[in-house]
T-cell receptor, first 113, second 113 residues
Framework: NAGVTQTPKFQVLKTGQSMTLQCAQDMNHNSMYWYRQDPGMGLRLIYYSASEGTTDKGEVPNGYNVSRLNKREFSLRLESAAPSQTSVYFC????????????FGPGTRLLVL | AQSVAQPEDQVNVAEGNPLTVKCTYS??????LFWYVQYPNRGLQFLLK??????LVKGSYGFEAEFNKSQTSFHLKKPSALVSDSALYFC???????????FGSGTRLSIRP
């Protein structure tokens, strides 16, 4: 089992460019999550998907969109990147819902110039 | 507002000594509480969780945490620290069937030989 995988590992964007962060899990989990990690602020939830076909906003959704492509895949899109979106992005999955243990991917480090 | 607080940014302990990483929470119900660990350039890994029942929860790598309802605390402990325990530790909580998980800001644990 690969667990949770994320691509790319690292990306540099210019302000205004767009990109999609990819996430996939092979644990047959129903719920998937996108977080950003910034120094001193812990992890903040951007979007989550409780189950295939559903998505919901987290604490910091502005500037992002998500797609739950199927049960395995959950992508995060930045339509017009801003320097404030420089961060480390983590995808996670859990069996069913926020009360369950989450399993995290290795992260994507994004730098917006 | 519901929250999770980690009052210490950094904890320094000598190898072999006991360690404590503090976490407090504010809730309006019965919480689900978690501890996760993050090693450099890696995603978060689950250590342990409290749902209900026994207030002392045992987890991975010899860690344990005590749920204290009167003090609204969920401190992480280990009787004898190892240098390999050096990492970033996150407390997280979920407070009702409808709420989302919230992460603390993290505590960097440094174990000196």
């Amino acid at each position: 089992n690969a667990g949770v995988t994320q691509t790319p590992k690292f990306q540099v964007l210019k302000t205004g460019q767009s990109m999609t962060l990819q996430c996939a899990q092979d644990m047959n989990h129903n719920s998937m999550y996108w977080y950003r990690q910034d120094p001193g602020m812990g992890l903040r939830l951007i979007y989550y998907s409780a189950s295939e076909g559903t998505t919901d906003k987290g604490e910091v959704p502005n500037g992002y969109n998500v797609s739950r492509l199927n049960k395995r895949e959950f992508s995060l899109r930045l339509e017009s990147a801003a320097p404030s979106q420089t961060s480390v992005y983590f995808c996670a999955s859990s069996l069913a819902g926020h009360q369950e243990t989450q399993y995290f991917g290795p992260g994507t480090r994004l730098l917006v110039l | 507002a519901q929250s999770v607080a980690q009052p210490e940014d950094q904890v320094n302990v000598a190898e072999g000594n006991p360690l404590t990483v503090k976490c407090t929470y504010s809730v309006s119900g019965n919480p689900y509480l978690f501890w996760y660990v993050q090693y450099p350039n890696r995603g978060l890994q689950f250590l342990l969780k409290y749902i209900t029942g026994d207030n002392l929860v045992k987890g991975s790598y010899g860690f344990e945490a005590e749920f204290n309802k009167s003090q609204t605390s969920f401190h992480l402990k280990k009787p004898s620290a190892l240098v390999s325990d050096s990492a970033l530790y996150f407390c997280a909580g979920k407070y009702s069937s409808a709420s989302k998980i919230i992460f603390g800001s993290g505590t960097r644990l440094s174990i000196r030989p």
